[in-house]
C-alpha cells in the first residue's frame, strides 16, 4: 500500500510538470486560436538560455554570488522569450491571420524546427545543467502509518508548487486584468476583436511572451530535475496528450489532464509494464485521450465545438 | 510558343477528360518516362542513384499517401512514419516466416499498413482537426514502442534490428544501384498514376468535399464514414508499401528508429513545400527534400568552409522552419502551385493575358 501510494504520488508530481507544458499550450490557443506545436522548442530554448547564460554570467562575476547571476539570467532569458515572441508575430503570425488552424499548425512546426535549430547553434548541444538553488532531498511522511514511509522527493514538491502558483498567477490575469479580457475576445474572434479596437498584433505579442514565460519556468524546473539537452524538447511532445485530454481551451482542464496522465502512466508503468515489455510510458498517455476522446471529442473541459454550414 | 493548346480540338468526352488533355504534356511526360527508365539507368552515377534518386522516387511515393490523406481528405496526420513502419515490418515478416515472393511482401506489407491506417482512422469519424492531428501523434508513439519492444515483430532477433537478403524480382536480381533504382521507378509510376486517377474520379471529388467542409459534404449526401476511411486506406496503404522500399530498397537493414516522429514531419514538410493537394507536388516536394541537405554539405565545401556535422544538421533544422513557414505565407499551394503559374504564362505567352 504504501508503495501504491508512492506511485500515485510522484505520478501526481510528475502530472504536475506536464501540466505545465500544457499551460503553454493552453494559454496561446485560448488567446490566438494557435495549436502550438513549437512550445517543446520554446522549452528547450528558453532552458538553454537559461543554463548558459547564468553560466557565463557567473563567469563574469567571478562566482561570487550565485543567486545574482541566476537572476540575472532569468530576467536576460525572459527578455530573450520576449523577443521571441515579437519576431514570431511580426514575421508569421501577422502574414497568417484567418488562416484555417491546420495552416497555423503547421507553421508552428515550422517555427518549432527553426527555434531547434537556432537554439543549439547559439547556446551549444551538449548536456547542460541548471542549478537554482531547489532541494534535492528526499523526505520520508507517513512513517507511522506504512513500513518506512513514503518517498516524497522535495524537488518534485518544489515543482509542483511552482506550477500551482503560476496557474494562480495566470488565472488571475486571464479572468481579472484587461488584457486577459482582451486576450479572450481575440480567442472568440480575430476580425470581431479588432473591430471593437483590440489591437491584435500586440496581445499575440503578449500571449507569445506569457508562453514564452511559462516555458522558461517549465524549462527550468525540468532542467533542473534532468539536465538541459534537445530531449527536452520531445518530453513536451509528452504532455500534448495532456492538453488533447484536457480541452485545448481550458487552463483547469491542463492541470487535470496532467494529475490524471501524470498518475495513469505511472501507475500503468509500474504495475501493467511488466506485462508487455515496459516503456508503455511513451505511448500511454496518448492512447488513453484517443480512447477519451471517442467518447468526448472536444477534451474534460473544451468546449463544444458547433459546426454551422 | 511550343506550349500552346491552338488546333487541339476534342470531339468526344473521353479525350475530354484524358489525364493530361494537352499534347505537349502527355509528350512531356512520355519523353520523361523515357528518361528515367532509359537514360538514368545508363548514366546516373551510383552516388546519385543510391544517395539522391532512390530516396527521391520512395519518398515521394509516401508523400502521395501522405497527401492523399492529408491534400485531398483534409485529415491531418503527423503519424505517417508508423505506417512506413508497419508495411516495412510487415512486409519483412512475410518474407522471413512465409518466404513469399518479394512483390507479395511488399504489397501485404501495404495492405498490413492499410488496416493499421483504418484501424487508427476510426477516431477521425469523431474527432476532427487538431485533435485529430494530435491523436495521429498515438499511432506514431505506438509503433515506435511496438516494434521496439515486441520481440515477435523481429523475430527475436537480438539486436532489434533487421536486414533483408538480397532481394529478387520474378528470378531477376535486384542488387546493383540501378537495378534497385528500376524497381522502386516501376512501384513509383504505378501507383502514382493510380493515385492521380483516384483523385480525379468520384471518391476524390469525395474526399476533396470533406476536406473543404464536411458538414456540408454530408449534407449534400457523402458519406463521412466510407469517404474518411477510404482516405485513411489508400493512404496508408501507399505510406506502407513506401515504407517498405524505404526499408527493403533503401536501407537493407534498419531498427525502428528509421521511422520515427522525425520521419512522420519530413513527410508533411514534403506535401507542405510541394503542394497540399497535388500529386506532382509530392515530387516536387520530395526532391525539395533530398536536395537541401546536399546544398547544404556541398555549398560550404566549394566555398572552403567546413562545417562541422552538428552545425550543419542545425542549420539544415533551421532552413526547413524557414521554408515551411516562408512557404506557407508566401505560397500556400507550394511548388506545385508554381509549377502551374508558369505552364499559364506559357500558354499564351508572349502576351500576358
Known sequence: MGFFLETVIGGLMSGMLYALVALGFVLIFKASGVFNFAQGAMVLIAALAMARLSGW?????GGQSPWLSNLLAFALSAAFMWLIAVLVERLVLRHLVNQEATTLLMATIGISYFLDGIGQILFGSSVYSINVG???????????WFEGGVLVSLEDLTAAIVAAVLVAVLAFFFQVTPVGRALRAVADDHQAAQSVGIPLNRIWVVVWTVAGLV???TGIVWGSKFGVQFTLSTAALRALPVVILGGLTSVPGAIVGGLIIGVGEKVSEVYLGPFVGGGIEIWFAYMLSLVFLLFRPQGLFGEKIIDRV | MLYRENGQFKSTYRADQQIFPIRQDRWFILALLVAAFVLVPAWAT?????????PFLILSLAAIGLNVLVGYCGQISIGSGAFMAVGAYAAWNFGVRLDLPLLAQILLGGVFAMLAGVAFGVPSLRIRGLYLAVTTLAAQFFMDWAFLRIPYFTNYSSSGNVSVPELAFFGLPVVTPAQKYLFVLCFVVVFGLLAKNLVRGAIGRQWMAIRDMDVAAAVIGIRPVYAKLTAFAVSSFIIGVAGALWAYVHLGSWEPLAFDLNRSLQLLFIIIIGGLGSIIGSFFGAAFMVLVPVLLTNVPRVLGLSLPVDLAAHIE???FGFLIV?????????LARLWSIAKEKLRIWPFPH
Open chain 1, 57 to 61: 554570467i557567473d563567469g563574469w562575476l
Open chain 1, 134 to 144: 531547489m532541494p534535492k532531498d528526499p523526505w520520508f511522511v507517513l512513517g507511522n
Open chain 1, 215 to 217: 516555458a522558461l519556468v
Open chain 2, 46 to 54: 551510383e552516388y546519385w542513384l543510391q544517395a539522391i534518386l532512390i
Open chain 2, 317 to 319: 533544422h533551421m532552413v
Open chain 2, 326 to 334: 516562408f512557404f506557407l505565407i508566401a505560397e500556400p499551394h507550394g
